[in-house]
């Protein structure tokens, strides 16, 4: 079976920098667009970033463009996210996604992580 395993999360200060990896498995990793989302408490699950296996189409959503580089790595079937410039705003559960294509991506992705915590202080 598939399965997302996210790390990298944790307790950072405001305009600090964390990198969050995701490992995949029980998938063909080069075949799927990769991405994370995010969510805030009591708010819902948001995009934050994603890109093809070949990293030649890549999304991000205007809250994190310019902050976030998301990048993959099909050798070791592993997706990473580079966060930097991090705000409180920034604190949410963030979840590795795949989906076959980059629509479903930005839909509802087919496959999920269980989640990392990042917690911006300020």
């Known amino acids: 079976q598939v399965q997302l395993v996210e790390s990298g999360g944790g307790l950072v200060q405001a305009g600090g920098s964390l990198r969050l990896s995701c490992a995949a498995s029980g998938l063909t990793f080069s075949n799927y667009v990769m991405g994370w989302f995010r969510q805030a408490p009591g708010k819902e699950r948001k995009f934050v970033a994603a890109n093809s296996w070949a990293g030649a189409i890549t999304n991000y959503a205007d809250s994190v463009k310019g902050r976030c580089t998301i990048s993959r790595d099909n050798a070791k079937n592993t997706v990473y996210l580079q966060m930097n410039s991090l705000k409180p705003e920034d604190t949410a559960v963030y979840y590795c996604?795949?989906?076959?294509?980059?629509?479903?991506?930005?839909?509802?992705?087919?496959?999920w992580g269980q989640g990392t915590q990042v917690t911006v202080s300020s």
């Open positions: 996604a795949a989906a076959p294509n980059m629509v479903e991506m930005l839909r509802t992705p087919r496959y």
